[in-house]
């Protein structure tokens, strides 16, 4: 069974502290990761689909990286309209997404 | 392009009752999937659609959840009796898959409806 653990559940920062959030996966045949962002009462925005290990992404302040059992996203001098949470989701065999359980992230003025 | 619609928004209802959640997909995708979210339980898959037949129900927590995808446009997932622990989030996302030669299938984008928050009293 696909299992994604997110870390750490929540995260304060002041503005302008860069941090790093983690996804740990456990999947038979990895077919894409995906980073979403979510805002309190939306739905889940996307941001970035990983595909192999070493591959990275970024937009804006976020940054997302890949190795073979976690990925990792980066973000860079956050503001206080980067509050939200992120969510890593996995897709093996089958066209689902299984996702990890968030990283609210609150950043302070 | 307007996105995933879903409606109601909000939905208050009694236990027992019937309660009919509806998704319109983004005009051209092919797959369809709804999802419940919880605090205790994060974003669980419900039941996902390729090009309207339904691929994979093992999400669907029990007989009195059912979901039907008559056409491309229009889907809905109907929850008979409701009961108190049905109360969540339901969101409805589509794709596009896109399957090329000899390769794997490859979806694109999995854009999200806004939601439909649910209480059953």
């Known amino acids: 069974e696909d299992q994604v653990t997110q870390s750490p559940e929540a995260l304060r920062l002041q503005e302008g502290e860069s941090s790093s959030l983690n996804c740990s996966y456990t999947?038979?045949?990895?077919?894409?990761l995906f980073w979403y962002r979510q805002d309190p009462g939306k739905g889940p925005e996307f941001l970035f689909t990983?595909?192999?290990a070493g591959e990275e992404k970024e937009k804006e302040r976020l940054k997302a990286t890949l190795t073979k059992k976690e990925s990792f996203l980066h973000i860079t001098a956050p503001k206080p309209e980067d509050s939200a949470t992120y969510l890593c989701?996995?897709?093996?065999?089958?066209?689902?997404?299984?996702f990890g359980g968030g990283t609210r992230v609150l950043v302070k003025p | 392009d307007a996105g995933v619609i879903q409606s109601p928004r909000h939905e208050v209802t009694e236990m027992g009752q019937e309660v009919t959640l509806r998704c319109k997909p983004i005009?051209?995708?092919?797959?369809l999937f709804w999802y419940r979210q919880t605090m205790m339980r994060g974003l669980e898959l419900l039941i996902y659609?390729?090009?309207?037949?339904?691929?994979?129900d093992s999400g669907m927590p029990e007989d009195r959840f059912s979901a039907k995808m008559p056409n491309a446009s229009f889907s809905t997932l109907k929850i008979q009796p409701s009961e108190p622990r049905d109360s969540a989030v339901y969101f409805c996302?589509?794709?596009?898959?896109?399957?090329?030669?000899?390769?794997?299938?490859?979806?694109?984008?999995?854009?999200f409806g806004s939601g439909t928050r649910l209480t059953v009293v």
């Open positions: 996302a589509s794709s596009l898959r896109v399957i090329s030669g000899g390769l794997a299938p490859s979806n694109y984008g999995y854009t």
């Open positions: 999947v038979s045949g990895l077919r894409g």
């Open positions: 990983l595909y192999s």
């Open positions: 989701a996995v897709k093996a065999a089958g066209n689902k997404l299984t």
């Open positions: 005009s051209g995708h092919n797959s």
């Open positions: 659609f390729n090009n309207n037949v339904p691929i994979d």
